[in-house]
């Protein structure tokens, strides 16, 4: 599609179809007055002529990562025409043959030429995607068999407790509230048995990302009861937990993963005892922003010495003898962090133990109505 309007359109349009990304660019008007060849193959033709970006966005649907249809009112473009500059927003396209793409998408405002309007850029990152939800998914599974692993001994406990206690319950001789007493034991153990297998299929299933509000607090004690098993004689937990924190958009499940991670590396850092800390707090709340939500796992281990903190988010990077990691845990880490819009940080002294502080977001409307009720 050519440009119509700019000057000199040869030079731009060569320059814009060489880059090797999707360029398009709406008018004040909401007209598509340029797209390159990148962009008409990424998102489906459109005539050689200014069209209506309403009209063209109508070859495709776009959603969020959590799955939610992303209306044209909230598009990059319409944002832009709000005066946003729209950085790195990740979505996935469904296009009318029913093939999607996902897509890192930027949006700016902007005045030159004697023209305004808004410049959008269009990445496709559906292989990327791909290839990080296989490295989640790997990470995913070695970490499960560290957690299966500590489960079987409390498994056996438990149908220990449910087979002596049937046996018992069996005796002739035994008085009916003792009988009674002793089926509830039972009960009460295969329960619990049922829900630590319940819990470790959830945490081993392969989801797609849901997005919606989570009350960090709540996942820190869920994560807790998956770990449990894990936590050896040696090792010493500490909680500190911060009241009354507000919620934030994020996928539970994705996060759950993410501080399992952090936490099984954390134990095998203490290989003979130590303590584990896991604390949450709340960011100050600065005027143009809505404040964060902060969760820290942090040890008292062999900590990571300072030339290696800069890579050890790399994927493969470990410092775990041959076999026994994939070095893709905090890669995995990383990449949820990152997705969630957050931030991740490492403070660790060699000898002394390391930190991890996981960043994240505070949903605007959850402030407004935290600050409406103080």
């Not at 998102?43 to 069209?51: A, F, Q, R, Y």
């Not at 056996?156 to 206690?165: D, F, P, Q």
């Not at 470790?200 to 994560?223: K, P, S, W, Y």
């Not at 800069?310 to 893709?328: M, Y």
Request: proline share 5%.
């Amino acid at each position: 599609m050519p440009i119509f309007g700019l000057h000199p359109a040869g030079l731009l349009e060569t320059i814009f179809e060489e880059i090797g990304i999707a360029v398009a660019v709406v008018d004040r008007e909401h007209h598509v007055v340029f797209a390159n060849r990148t962009a008409v193959d990424l998102l489906g033709e459109s005539p050689d002529k200014p069209i209506a970006f309403r009209e063209w966005r109508m070859n495709y649907r776009l959603e969020d990562p959590g799955g939610h249809e992303i209306s044209f009112d909230e598009s990059a473009v319409m944002r832009a025409f709000q005066g946003e500059r729209v950085e790195a927003q990740e979505m996935r396209a469904v296009l009318a043959n029913g093939t999607s793409k996902w897509l890192l998408t930027w949006a700016y405002p902007f005045s030159a030429m004697g023209m305004s309007g808004v410049i959008v850029f269009i990445v496709d990152e559906t292989t990327e995607v791909k290839l990080r939800r296989t490295v989640d998914h790997l990470q995913r599974l070695e970490t499960l068999g560290a957690v299966a692993a500590g489960l079987t001994h409390n498994l056996n406990n438990l149908l220990e407790t449910i087979t002596l206690s049937v046996e018992a319950a069996k005796a002739d001789d035994i008085p009916k509230d003792e009988r009674q007493d002793r089926l509830s034991q039972a009960s009460m153990a295969a329960s619990r048995a049922a829900g630590l297998i319940r819990r470790l299929m959830q945490f081993g299933r392969t989801q797609e990302m849901h997005c919606g509000a989570v009350q960090v607090n709540d996942l820190v004690t869920e994560v807790l009861h998956l770990v449990q098993p894990l936590l050896r004689e040696a090792i010493v937990l500490t909680v500190d937990i911060c009241q009354d924190l507000p919620s934030i958009h994020a996928d539970p499940s994705q996060l759950e993963q993410a501080l399992v991670n952090l936490i099984v590396n954390a134990l095998d850092a203490m290989p003979t005892g130590g303590e584990l800390k896991i604390s949450t707090s709340r960011g100050r709340v600065a005027s143009e922003t809505p404040g964060s939500v902060s969760i820290t796992i942090a040890d008292t281990g062999i900590g990571i010495p300072e030339e290696l903190q800069s890579v050890i988010f790399d994927p493969f990077f470990t410092t775990k003898p041959s076999g026994k990691g994939t070095g893709l845990g905090l890669s995995s880490v990383y990449g949820i962090v990152m997705q969630h819009k957050g931030k991740i940080k490492v403070q660790s002294t060699p000898g002394m133990g390391s930190a991890f502080t996981i960043t994240l977001p505070i949903e605007i409307h959850d402030v407004v109505q935290t600050n409406a009720e103080d």
